[in-house]
């Protein structure tokens, strides 16, 4: 473990499992177990139920009369469109009109916000809109996120949260959990029905281990982190840095991607400005220099992490997360390619240092539950 300052209430109960709490944003986290394998693990978040620690996540509060203006001014987000007991999804950029961070905003009360985001500069944007404005912004690690997800989450949930099948996609409650204070939110990074589950460092423990304990009867087990690569490949959810420039880097710039490359300029609220970056963001509006694009694969193997991507002889991208499923018997991938790549059904090959060369078909995510119903079901 390497560089971590960070510490999950459940380090013993990973490591338990064979992790060795390999550091993700500062936190050992359980990146892989030696019980149990990965596929075993996406299967039972895309048809029953997985539980994963994603305390790594960082939660900042926002809290005071400035409050929404500084969350105006460090996400693409139109604050005021948040009532108490909803979040939304944003992005962050720097003053160049790159991106550095996404994040969840979740309004608390009328002044009072937790904003969520992973292995970015969030909490630096937020620190920095702050300086001179009425209004605290604290860190806060001893709030823990458990992670229920897949269709039997709501299943388990109903036996002991009364409303949680009324509970809206990007809605939260304050409620109780085996006695225990808790804000469950219906978000996740899986494309499943899935449930965040915030609770206190000293109730972490015992809510893993009664979910666990009593989920077991219906498939729900204990899932790696290493699992969301297999997952957001199908469900179109891109994870900072390794999708990003800062891991496949231009040949003579800077890292940094725009939203309209990335495709999340649909983050940004329509109309809005004032926030870190926006004139940027919309004076490179068709400066696209690549864009985030699928890959369908042929065969069954998935390529590593960086294989070239060709076309017409020529490096044209990159494969940045693979994946194979046996459940939906595709071969897909994540890719950086050409503007005019970005299309259906353009041939290409994937020279792969493992596999060889590798054909493949350009096409649009997501790949799987491309209505996203599965996500937003209601009941």
């Keep these: 473990?390497?560089?971590?300052?960070?510490?999950?209430?459940?380090?013993?109960?990973?490591?338990?499992?064979?992790?060795?709490?390999?550091?993700?944003?500062?936190?050992?986290?359980?990146?892989?177990?030696?019980?149990?394998?990965?596929?075993?693990?996406?299967?039972?978040?895309?048809?029953?139920?997985?539980?994963?620690?994603?305390?790594?996540?960082?939660?900042?509060?926002?809290?005071?009369?400035?409050?929404?203006?500084?969350?105006?001014?460090?996400?693409?987000?139109?604050?005021?469109?948040?009532?108490?007991?909803?979040?939304?999804y944003a992005a962050m950029l720097n003053d160049a009109g790159k991106f550095v961070d996404d994040c969840v905003i979740?309004?608390?009360?009328?002044?009072?916000?937790?904003?969520?985001?992973?292995?970015?500069?969030?909490?630096e944007q937020l620190t920095m809109a702050a300086t001179g404005r009425d209004v605290v912004i604290l860190f806060d690690d001893h709030l823990h996120d458990l992670s229920l997800q897949g269709p039997l989450a709501v299943d388990y949930l109903a036996k002991h949260v009364p409303g949680i099948r009324d509970l809206a996609y990007f809605s939260h409650i304050q409620t109780t959990l085996f006695k225990k204070p808790v804000m469950i939110s219906r978000t996740g990074y899986t494309g499943e029905r899935g449930y965040e589950i915030f609770c206190r460092a000293q109730d972490a423990g015992e809510i893993w281990d009664t979910i666990v304990a009593e989920g077991k009867e219906m498939g729900i087990i204990p899932v790696r982190f290493s699992t969301l690569d297999l997952l957001r490949v199908e469900s179109y959810l891109l994870f900072f840095p390794g999708d990003n420039s800062e891991t496949f880097p231009f040949d003579n710039e800077a890292a940094g991607d725009t939203l309209w490359e990335l495709g999340l300029d649909f983050t940004v609220s329509p109309g809005k400005?004032?926030?870190?970056?926006?004139?940027?963001?919309?004076?490179?509006?068709?400066?696209?220099?690549?864009?985030?694009?699928?890959?369908?694969?042929?065969?069954?193997?998935?390529?590593?992490?960086?294989?070239?991507?060709?076309?017409d002889g020529k490096q044209v991208g990159v494969v940045t997360q693979a994946m194979y499923s046996s459940l939906n018997k595709h071969n897909v991938a994540i890719a950086r390619l050409?503007?005019?790549?970005?299309?259906?059904?353009?041939?290409?090959?994937?020279?792969?240092?493992?596999?060889?060369?590798?054909?493949?078909?350009?096409?649009?995510?997501?790949?799987?539950?491309?209505?996203?119903?599965?996500?937003?079901?209601?009941?």
């Design 1 to 88: 473990m390497t560089n971590s300052w960070r510490f999950s209430a459940l380090a013993d109960r990973h490591r338990a499992m064979g992790s060795e709490l390999e550091d993700w944003s500062g936190m050992g986290t359980a990146w892989s177990y030696k019980t149990g394998d990965a596929e075993a693990d996406y299967l039972a978040i895309r048809t029953k139920a997985g539980l994963m620690d994603v305390s790594g996540l960082k939660k900042v509060h926002v809290v005071g009369p400035h409050a929404s203006h500084v969350i105006e001014r460090a996400t693409t987000r139109n604050v005021e469109k948040i009532m108490p007991g909803r979040s939304s």
């Design 106 to 123: 979740y309004r608390t009360g009328p002044d009072a916000f937790m904003v969520v985001h992973g292995a970015g500069a969030g909490h």
């Design 273 to 311: 400005t004032g926030f870190r970056g926006a004139e940027e963001h919309y004076r490179l509006k068709g400066k696209e220099r690549f864009k985030i694009w699928g890959l369908k694969i042929d065969g069954t193997k998935p390529p590593e992490n960086g294989a070239p991507v060709f076309h």
């Design 338 to 379: 050409p503007v005019n790549l970005a299309v259906e059904g353009t041939k290409v090959t994937i020279k792969s240092s493992e596999l060889g060369d590798v054909g493949a078909v350009t096409a649009s995510m997501p790949f799987y539950d491309v209505e996203k119903k599965r996500r937003t079901a209601k009941g």
